[in-house]
């Protein structure tokens, strides 16, 4: 896919790779991106599941081929690409047969992609039931500024909902041009909203991180079956 990203002059070219199994279908992959690269100038940023790692380490409980490794390794090398360092998890797949794990996920950049963004980093997101876990690139420091007010539908039928709404629009009071009253009185509301969701927000956390806990138990094979029923 070409695009443009903010901050880059000229095209953005993103390479969304699914390689193969066979070592030979992977070499020629590789052999493929690298003449596109070479006729297809621009920005690039290859990604995907490379189903192939770059060093031993990147496997646990699972069999490393040398011979892949290193047509990989000199793909990379040969492209001119980078490979981010990923945070949060060490591996990105997960087989629950005899607990296999690997890093087959990636982002590769090339040099002018990481002399704009000095901040890149890839970080992955929570598995859930998946058997790898997501991963997003970012390329600018964290934002610690408050997140932006978000409605729910769902809040609607939640108790005690319409008297916090009613009891808001019954209260306020302001001034100034009709369309001002209406902005401050809409302000007020959600002002009030925010401080019924700040009420039930550390339960439902609390809730969701044990669903999660179960969910996870069952996906590693750690529950029995009458807490299966159970829940």
Known sequence: MIGRWEGIQGDTIFA???GPHAPTEKKKLWEAILQIKRDRGGTW???GDFNTVMRK???YNSQFCPHSAFHFNRFIRKAGLNDIRMGGHRYTYFCQTNIKLSKLDGFLV???FLQIFLATSVTTLPRETLDHYP???KTSL???RNPPFCF?????SREGFDNIVIQAWHNFKGFGTPNQFLAAKLKFLKNEIKKWRAKDYPSELLELK???ERVHAIDYGRTTDSQRIEG
């Open 45 to 47: 940023v290859v990604f």
């Open 210 to 212: 044990r669903i999660k």
């Open 135 to 137: 991963i997003i690139l």
């Open 142 to 144: 964290p934002d610690f």
């Open 152 to 156: 729910f539908n769902s809040w609607m």
């Open 110 to 112: 090339c040099n002018n």
């Open 16 to 18: 969304n790779v699914y």
């Open 57 to 59: 380490d990147e496997k």
